[in-house]
């Protein structure tokens, strides 16, 4: 008999023990809070960003929160590949967070932006704005851009997406690899 209310308080020990060890909760999935506000949640979302009918970039997400009667779309894991008026593919950018606006089909990028070009051009920033209209990428935050043998670093630019022309708003610095001021066929 003295037996029984020994394992039935080792037991109760043992129960209690489990319940404050964290190993044996069930684990609990990342949960944004966009998604208890939002109008509608999509996975795998995937934007056309046209002008004038004519596909200048492909937004994609791993997941969009809508708001605004589905005109806004705040967005999770960015992906977006620039197009040229010719259907080339120009650029891909990827970025943590972002936004897109279908009235006037806007796109903005938040948070480890980098943007690679199809000539090897890298720029990272920190946030973005894409407008297809004017076929221009743009930030007012400091960004890297760099090349084989070349680096570009300021506060604010605006470039097309393949990054052939850039003009730095402010604080313009880099470096270049080797260069020649010898006429070609002299050296």
């Known amino acids: 008999m003295t037996s029984r209310p020994f ?4 037991a109760l020990l043992v129960a209690v023990s489990a319940c404050n060890n964290s190993k044996t909760r069930p684990p609990t999935g990342a949960h944004s809070a966009l998604a208890d506000s939002a109008d509608q949640v999509m996975f795998t979302a995937r934007f056309n960003l046209t002008d004038h009918g004519l596909m200048r970039a492909q937004l994609q997400a791993e997941r969009a929160y809508f708001f605004d009667e589905s005109t806004r779309a705040e967005l ?5 590949t620039f197009f040229s008026a010719g259907g080339e593919k120009e650029a891909l950018l990827t970025a943590k967070r972002g936004s897109y606006n279908s009235r006037g089909g806007s796109m903005v990028a938040r948070g480890d932006v980098v943007v690679i070009s199809e000539t090897g051009r890298r720029l990272t920033t920190q946030e973005l704005r894409y407008d297809p209209a004017l076929n ?3 930030s007012d935050s400091a960004f890297v851009l760099t090349e084989p043998g ?4 300021g506060v604010g630019f605006r470039a097309d997406p393949n990054m052939n022309n850039v003009r730095v708003l402010k604080g313009a610095r880099g470096s270049a690899g080797e260069t020649s001021t010898a006429p070609p066929g002299t050296q």
């Open 150 to 153: 070349r680096k570009l670093q």
């Open 76 to 80: 999770e894991t960015v992906s977006t």
């Open 136 to 138: 221009e990428v743009a």
């Open 7 to 10: 394992f039935a308080a080792a």
